[in-house]
């Protein structure tokens, strides 16, 4: 795998759309070990990447950057606890995802894009493997990979209908 050796955010999206046509097929294209411990991380920021760079099976040399995401809550009717934002990047160009709980207790993440009413950058896509991420770089998901917080984010404008349908 090229992208193993040689990182590049090109590299990773061939990576994602070659996974996507693999379980096309029928192959098994997700990790093969267990998932990290967010416990278990240096640090709850670094335990959240961790998981990411498990679930997209990226090589330990690609940096994701972690920080608190102020819009979004950590599980549905938080208050004061935020989700995590992570920047995958690798020169000008980034994807920027959020890790959150949903209702069933998993930490889910979601890719940031323009909501496709109101061009808002929310939570559009729900992305839990290297073949979910090809999935959406080929424009193939549909409402049920939607992201959790899709519907209830406070960056759509105000006239967005997303939020009310």
Not at 134 to 151: M, N, T, V
Not at 154 to 163: A, D, G, K, L, T
Request: aromatic share 6%.
């Amino acid at each position: 795998m090229h992208w193993l050796t040689n990182p590049t955010l090109e590299a990773i999206e061939e990576a994602a759309r070659q996974a996507t046509a693999r379980r096309a097929k029928g192959l098994n294209t997700g990790p093969t070990t267990p998932e990290p411990s967010i416990l278990a991380a240096t640090s709850e920021r670094e335990g959240v990447a961790e998981l990411l760079r498990h679930r997209l099976q990226l090589p330990p040399k690609v940096r994701l950057g972690v920080y608190e995401d102020s819009n979004h809550p950590l599980f549905p009717g938080a208050r004061l606890y935020r989700a995590a934002r992570i920047q995958l990047s690798y020169g000008q160009r980034s994807h920027l995802f959020i890790g959150a709980y949903e209702p069933a207790a998993r930490l889910t993440f979601s890719l940031i894009a323009p909501c496709r009413a109101c061009s808002s950058p929310v939570p559009s896509a729900r992305i839990d493997s290297l073949a979910d991420f090809g999935d959406w770089l080929l424009g193939g998901l549909d409402r049920a990979a939607e992201a959790p917080q899709f519907r209830t984010s406070p960056i759509h404008r105000r006239n967005c209908p997303i939020p009310t349908s």
